[in-house]
């Protein structure tokens, strides 16, 4: 006897990428999906240049905000600073400039803080920063500063009513001992006035959804928003995570192994996992999404289209 299929219709989503692909587009445009991208400052003129060549690929897809980091130490305060001015100048994005306690006093802070606001930018990412002499070196608070990302959300707030985002750790921060210490500190900037947390990276939509439902057992009520890392350099990727304390499955090393030479497989295959953990994502709930773009527009247009944001009205250069 022949096999009779079973009729589907054939313009249906079935993988967990086309249902994404396919429920994001009233989503997007209704608002219901924010995306947002991480730029670091540039460090020289090609840099710039390349930067740029990013943000006008992006910028159409209008995304809720865009940051830029701040490096160790306050070691790019300026380049940040002018990046994100420029941002406002010339972009229709909504920017917003981390910012670290570092090897600074309250009071520059609170300077650095003001010239944001003078700036126009409305939204920073408080952060307490690594050590000094580097992510394995003993934190120690600087003198007169802010000791902690709590610390400084609470002045940053007194400064003026900026939107604040803070950051967060699906498989604890390196310094913290347990779970009950990571929450805590959580709540402690929430209580101080954070507005969002945006997570450090992760490989597993496991890590993320047991994080999210310890956030929710404490009773902390503001967006978690994934981190998702578009690194295709293996190496480089493996090292941060190291460094970060965030941990590698072993089927994700494997899929790299050989590749040193390969930059177009494993691009390939980045853009690949980046769609699946994105759609994975979406599947269980999340609508918040931020972008590590490593100042490259590819990787990120490809997982802002699966949200649907080339569906939105897009944001036009300002300069243009
Ligand atoms: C989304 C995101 C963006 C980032 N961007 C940047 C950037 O632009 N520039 C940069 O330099 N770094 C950046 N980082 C890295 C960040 O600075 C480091 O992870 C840093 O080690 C911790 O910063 P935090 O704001 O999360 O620290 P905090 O929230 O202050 O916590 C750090 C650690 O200190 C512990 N702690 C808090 N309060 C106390 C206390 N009173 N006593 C003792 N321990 C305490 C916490 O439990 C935790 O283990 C970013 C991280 C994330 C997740």
Redesign the pocket.
């Known amino acids: 006897m022949p096999t009779v299929m079973p009729t589907r219709d054939p313009n249906a989503a079935v993988g967990t990428i086309a249902r994404a692909a396919d429920q994001s587009k009233t989503e997007a445009t209704s608002g219901n999906i924010r995306v947002s991208y991480e730029f670091f400052p540039p460090k020289n003129t090609a840099m710039e240049e390349k930067l740029w060549e990013a943000i006008k690929k992006l910028e159409p897809l209008n995304p809720d905000f865009v940051s830029v980091?701040?490096?160790?130490g306050g070691s790019t305060r300026e380049r940040t600073h002018n990046a994100v001015s420029r941002m406002v100048k010339e972009t229709s994005f909504k920017p917003a400039a981390?910012l670290?306690c570092?090897g600074s006093e309250k009071a520059e802070i609170d300077e650095i803080v003001k010239a944001y606001w003078e700036a126009g930018v409305r939204h920073i990412?408080a952060?307490?920063?690594?050590p000094q002499d580097g992510i394995d070196a003993k934190y120690v608070p600087t003198p007169k500063g802010y000791?902690?990302?709590?610390d400084l959300v609470a002045g940053i707030k007194d400064v003026a009513d900026f939107d604040v985002s803070?950051?967060?750790?699906p498989e604890l921060?390196p310094?913290?001992s347990n779970w009950r210490?990571?929450i805590d500190?959580l709540k402690?900037?929430v209580d101080a006035g954070a507005n969002r947390a945006?997570?450090?990276f992760f490989f597993s939509p496991d890590v993320f959804s047991r994080f999210q439902d310890r956030v929710l057992d404490a009773g902390i009520d503001i967006p978690i928003v994934p981190?998702l890392m578009l690194q295709p350099n293996f190496k480089g990727l493996a090292r941060m995570a190291g460094m970060?304390g965030v941990s590698v499955p072993d089927w994700y090393r494997e899929l790299f192994e050989g590749l040193d030479k390969d930059t177009q497989t494993r691009e390939l295959l980045t853009a690949s996992l980046a769609a699946e953990l994105t759609a994975e994502l979406h599947d269980r709930g999340v609508r918040d999404f931020h972008l590590y773009t490593l100042n490259r527009a590819e990787l990120a247009v490809a997982v802002s289209r699966i949200l649907g944001l080339h569906h939105r009205q897009s944001g036009a250069t300002k300069a243009a």
Do not use: F, M, P
Request: proline content about 0%; some cysteine.
């Open positions: 980091t701040y490096g160790a981390h670290t570092v990412v952060l307490r920063g690594d000791a902690y990302s709590c803070v950051g967060a750790y921060h310094e913290s210490d990571e500190n402690r900037k945006i997570t450090q981190g970060c």
